[in-house]
């Protein structure tokens, strides 16, 4: 398996952090700051105008395997904005589970992702997921419990109640919705990925300092199709 350490805290981190304004009027409005969090990242491009966060909160498991990397925002400008901040942190997990994904590419191929955790909630960060991993994007209706749904039905097929776990199981508890997102390659449209890391990826340790440790990002790397993958934030 491929597990990231900090995806969807890398998302609450913002919240909590950085994103107090738009948690207040959520309170206030009785909404999601969620929602007015992807509200504000969908302001700014594909690329974030060329910030790039690294989501090293707690160190990195997969792909990295390195307990001392530590997150940073990238290539902030004068002419940056709190959206490019936004979503240069959703595109940053992505991308770097992106890693993690083609590294299963190798073995499998993969046309379709199944999207589960509070980071499937989002319309915003779903299409950046089929546009990075040129993917069908697959969410289900049960999120909140997802995890222990998947768990009984695992049980279920164990004990012979399911006889297909990818056939007649998934869909009776999560009734999946076929996400019909097209998608959008990053590189298509003109984002050099590479470029965006450069010498950084060079000299990550003394530049940056102990622990750092940047995105090989590929714009070419988004190409291959195949059968289904599971993905999860927590």
């Excluded at 992807?38 to 307990?67: D, H, I, M, Q, T």
């Excluded at 994007?137 to 009984?152: F, N």
Aim: net charge neutral; proline share 5%.
């Amino acid at each position: 398996t491929g597990t990231m350490q900090a995806g969807g805290s890398s998302y609450n981190w913002l919240k909590g952090q950085v994103a107090k304004y738009e948690t207040a009027v959520a309170k206030v409005q009785g909404i999601s700051p969620y929602d007015l969090i992807n509200a504000e990242a969908a302001k700014s491009p594909v690329g974030a105008n060329g910030v790039l966060f690294l989501p090293y909160l707690l160190g990195e498991r997969a792909p990295r395997w390195n307990p001392d990397a530590t997150a940073a925002w990238l290539g902030l400008k004068m002419e940056n904005q709190r959206c490019d901040l936004f979503r240069a942190v959703l595109e940053g997990v992505t991308l770097n589970l992106n890693i993690i994904l083609e590294s299963f590419r190798r073995s499998i191929p993969i046309d379709e992702l199944l999207v589960v955790g509070g980071g499937a909630k989002g319309a915003l960060w779903c299409q950046m997921m089929a546009d990075v991993y040129n993917a069908r994007i697959k969410v289900p209706v049960l999120l909140e419990e997802a995890t222990s749904m998947g768990a009984a039905v695992t049980g279920g097929v164990g004990v012979g109640d399911f006889s297909l776990l990818c056939g007649a199981a998934l869909p009776v508890f999560f009734n999946l919705l076929a996400g019909k997102l097209s998608p959008l390659l990053y590189g298509e449209i003109g984002v050099p990925l590479d470029s965006r890391i450069g010498c950084i990826s060079q000299h990550r340790s003394s530049v940056l300092g102990r622990g750092i440790v940047a995105l090989p990002l590929r714009e070419t790397a988004f190409s291959q199709l195949g059968s289904a993958f599971f993905l999860g934030f927590c």
